[in-house]
């Protein structure tokens, strides 16, 4: 069974930043398309960020303030996050398609607040 390992959460003041990892237990190579999901206590999981063959595309509450990469060479999803807010607190998930299935991550927790 393929994992997923998030880290990078954490508690920070609105302004501030983040960068999130994401690291497969295989090579992201395999992956076709990969992205981040968060979740608020009593709401559904929406989706952030997706990489695909055709591009990259951002949810409009993140444009312009959060970034996806990748880095083959440390086989690591990247998710920054610039320019925090408090609506931005939630527990992160990553996400990738390999083989024939979506592969999920724990998530990993990120708390904006003063």
């Known amino acids: 069974q393929v994992q997923l390992v998030e880290s990078g959460g954490g508690l920070v003041q609105p302004g501030g930043s983040l960068r999130l990892s994401c690291t497969p237990s295989t090579t992201i190579s395999s992956a076709t398309n990969m992205g981040w999901y968060r979740q608020r206590p009593g709401e559904e999981r929406l989706w952030v960020t997706t990489i695909m063959k055709s591009g990259t595309t951002y949810a409009n509450a993140v444009k312009g303030r959060f970034t996806v990469s990748v880095d083959t060479a440390e086989n690591t999803m990247y998710l920054e996050m610039n320019s925090l807010k408090v609506e931005d607190t939630a527990l992160y998930y990553c996400?990738?398609?390999?083989?024939?299935?979506?592969?999920w991550g724990l998530g990993t927790q990120v708390t904006v607040s003063s």
């Open positions: 996400n990738m398609y390999i083989g024939t299935t979506w592969v």
